[in-house]
């Protein structure tokens, strides 16, 4: 398969999983997502599918590892979150409080809009971003699109695997 073919495909597999949102949501995460790639040039996007939270998540990131990424975008069927992968370090840029979240690392925006992305203070998180990340962008850079969702399935097999009848005992062993 050429490159242009696995680049076809991923854009098909992408807008089949958009489709799956009432056309509102998934019309706000395409323009986000254009957005994004817009002010983002040459990083990688991957691609999540977190069918037990009923989410898609498109990570922007300098490597193949979406875990490394500068930023993402979280499409739920109710609303759609700007998340920082750096975002506990970048609170002290954020004069407003419009990070949200307690985890360790991640924290987010929720965006209503497409120009809510436009913000003055929306740009500044994502320049902060960026510094903090020591990232440089190259205009000239062609990003690909990886699409990750398998992996997704795969995870949230092997979870209910384990929380099978008598698994309980088994870890209980393991743990003493």
């Not at 958009?18 to 998934?26: I, L, R, T």
């Not at 395409?30 to 009923?54: C, D, H, M, S, T």
């Not at 690392?105 to 497409?114: F, I």
């Amino acid at each position: 398969m050429s490159d242009e073919e696995r680049a076809t495909n991923a854009e098909t597999q992408l807008a089949g999983y958009f489709a799956k949102y009432e056309p509102a949501m998934a019309k706000l995460g395409k323009a986000l997502r254009a957005k994004l790639r817009a002010r983002l040039p040459g990083l990688f996007e991957i691609v999540y599918v977190y069918e037990n939270q009923n989410a898609l998540v498109i990570s922007y990131s300098p490597t193949e590892r979406g875990y490394e990424g500068l930023c993402s975008i979280a499409l739920y069927p109710d609303r759609v979150h700007l998340c920082f992968g750096q975002g506990a370090l970048l609170s002290k840029s954020d004069p407003n409080k419009l990070l949200q979240g307690q985890g360790k690392t991640l924290r987010h925006v929720v965006l209503n809009s497409a120009a809510d992305f436009d913000r003055a203070e929306i740009e500044a998180l994502m320049a902060a971003a960026l510094k903090l990340a020591k990232l440089r962008l190259d205009p000239s850079a062609k990003g690909a699109v990886i699409i990750r969702a398998e992996a997704q399935k795969q995870r949230a097999r092997r979870a209910t695997k384990a929380a099978r009848p008598g698994s309980a005992r088994r870890t209980e062993k393991a743990r003493r």
